[in-house]
């Protein structure tokens, strides 16, 4: 039993006393409504007459039924399924006795509702549980109460009381009204592991069923009464603005409301990384149906000009930063060349263990490699959209959004509203990946749900959701290892950097494992804008470390798990430096568990096999790649994951997270690149932006977790970056030429003769 | 603007629309029959597929004024209950992330399996393969295709 203050996210605890009297919950008034229906898809439950809140993020029924509200955005992460069961879990419910509802914003009850960073679990994880056992033990106090006997005595499993002594029994709905009444403990007991019954088991998506039948569940299924819908057009190129337009042959087409533009935030307007956008003037179609507007938009003439260059003051967490976005048109082929020519010259130096310079020149062998990746568009399959009604005084959202508190503040601050008068709720998300961490879309639909006066969706067009920015940044690095006269690695040298940003991890391995390491890295600036996109910056680095690292594994005549496994173990026992932010037992440990599993040892006739592993987001991969050669055509054709993320909550759905992570990560290295032709996106749709079919899936892939009982650590990201690493090696045994400027589709020879 | 009766899942359904408005959208905003999504508009990416008849049929690309009087057939309308093979395998196998894309997928899978009720890996494949999952779930919508057309047998 582990006892925790219930300090800890107090105020999520904090009873309303003024329901205390008649018991009833009130409050979400929107998810109550949906409430009957949302009871007959799931198990066809039946609903209770009365429900009793126990704290904000359950509430129980008279007849045992249970709702817990699941307050993290669902992007495909499946948190709407494995959230709620960790309440339930502490809770001690029957599993089919719960249902479970999204639920909206809410800064007063919630921290960090957020799907960003991998964290939804990790940053939840006591909340959840205490959630649940808080819970748990004012139904006993309850029980104890009602027959008068000790708490201790009472036992709470799987939704009734008992009271062995006393013969007496009660389910969960009969003691909810009296334990909704009873005030909150200071300290509060959590299962121990052992005694879970629902974290560990795996339970299939709530929304499944609902999935499968096509209801409504997205942000683009949102109707409401009255609801007109709109589309923007933004400048067809990064480094042009709104000169200005003219409507009048649009506003004559069938079911158009109006053509305007807006100014997405003011001038004076500090906006957070997460509002940003490059076109803050947009040109707003708006009408009776989606159709009519994406028609529509096509009929109005719009002037655009060539922006100035243009300097934002933001601030990211609550740090003030400067971000220049240079005038001009940009292209392909010479962010190429720029990000050659500064990989060529001295960077700003991150760390230094050692003397790299002395150990390089006097190698007796330097292996220097260089990689690139292009910039990626995040291509959620549902585009942005957003719903709005903006009525005097008060603003309601609701939609696909990974950070309502965060883009809360930009909406009140451009309605001029106080925070409290911007309700924010959110739909199931198709996709997310990062993009919907920037949701400028969101102040658009409020501004243009003001300007109409009516309630808006705001609709997308994949071309405008691909052409928008927020990018994956395009980035480079040049690797370099000193070898000695044994082929022992002796020295490691990283320099690396990218548009606009560098995707540099300076202390993680292989810092740590050299005595003489050297990071360094530089940034360019653009005018492109570029954000978060699954596994940031390892997404490039991770692959590019990897595959270099299997370059030098070669030259040293080792095996490549087991030269990676050597460096490990000179990061466990004699750490170069103290600030690795990696557990190189844990690192080990998947590679260790990859390489049975995959039967490394034992080779594969006919298999081309790669290995890879890397840490981020707190968590531990190893992937083992297996491509086969069809005719000329290599074919990635089952790939074997080793994950440490501490306790799994939902295994099946966690595996699921690991296979999409994999696929998509063979995806974007191998097919997928956005390009630019005088600041044009050259890739508007999906006729020319290629993403990972199923013919170039995996045939299999074999997902295996470490055991080791320790709190959650990041799932939805950490999958993505290495197997980038393990496909470039395995390509590399089934072709004999190694990859290493991404998409690899393309990073073939020139052609000579 | 022209009227339209068209053969939705079995009902007789009559729209005012846009000749050249393509079924997806009609389906969405005129009858509300939102399960069929829009993805990209040009016929790449199978998130809109419908049955125009037994045929998996992009919507997004298929104006109104061809339909004409063909059974039009979308994941709501194929079963009752939620319970076509291919929904009871895509539960069962659990395939969503998102799910977005799901009901396209859905869609391309039960229209394969019934002109091909025992479809080999590499007709799965094929089959499949105009249809995006951003997620990667497709080794569990193989997965799922194969189960279903396991219990169809």
Known sequence: MTLIKTQIGRRAFIKNTSLASGGLILGFSMLNACKPKQAETMAALEMPEEWFEMNGYLKIGDNGVVTILSPNPEIGQNVKTSMPMIVADELDIDWSQVIVEQAPLNTKLYSWQVAGGSRSISSSWQGLRMAGATARHLLKEAAAQAWQVPVSEISAVAGMLTHEASGNSAGYGEMASAASKLEVPEEIELKEQSEFTIIGTSRKNVDGKKIVTGQPLFGLDVQREGMLIATVAHPPAFGMTLKSFDASSAKQMPGIKDVFSIKVYEDDFKRSTFHHTAFNEVVVVLGETTWQVMQAKKAVQIEWEKAPDRTYGMTMFGNDMTVNHPAGMENSASHKEKMEAMSARPGRVVRRDGNPEAAFANAAKVIERSYSCPFLAHNTMEPM???AHVTEGHAELLGPTQTPEWMETAIAARLDLPLDKVDIMMTRQGGGFG?????????????????????????YSREEDMT????????????????????????????????????????????????????????????????AFRAPRSNFIAGAEQSFLDEVAEASGKDPIQFRLDLLQRAQQHPVGERNDYEADRYAGVLEMVREKSGWDQGATGRHRGVSAYFCHNSYVAQVLDVIMEGNEPKVDRVCVAIDCGIVVNPDAATNMAEGGTVDGIGQAMYSAMTFKDGVPEEKNFDRYRLIRHAEAPKSIDVHFVDNGKDPTGLGEPPFPPVMGALANALYKATGRRVYHQPFITDRPPLVG | MATF???????????????????????????NLVGTKYGCGIAQCGACTVHLGDVATRSCMLTVSSVGNQEITTIEGLSENGDHPVQKAWLEVDVPQCG??????????????????????????????????RCGTYTRIKKAVKLASKSNA
């Open chain 1, 385 to 387: 959209n957003f719903f």
């Open chain 1, 435 to 459: 993009r919907r961490l920037y949701g400028h879309f969101m102040v658009e639909a409020a501004l243009i749900s003001k300007q109409a006066k009516a309630p808006v969706k705001l609709v």
């Open chain 1, 468 to 531: 928008q920015g927020i990018y994956r940044p395009a980035y480079y690095a040049t690797y370099r290892a000193a070898l000695d006269e044994n082929n022992n690695m002796v020295a490691f040298h990283v320099k690396t950097g990218g548009i606009p940003e560098s995707p540099l991890f300076a202390n993680r391995f292989p810092a740590g494992a050299l005595d003489n390491y050297l990071a360094e890295d530089w940034t360019i600036e653009s005018n492109i804008t570029t954000g």
């Open chain 2, 5 to 31: 009766n068209l053969n939705v899942n079995g009902k007789s359904l009559t729209v005012d629309a846009d000749p050249n408005t393509p079924l997806l959208w009609v389906l969405r905003d005129h009858l």
């Open chain 2, 100 to 133: 977005y894309c799901q009901a396209g997928q859905i869609m391309t899978a039960s229209a394969l399996l019934k002109k091909n009720p025992n479809p080999t890996d590499e007709e799965i494949e094929m089959s499949m393969n105009g249809n995006i999952c």
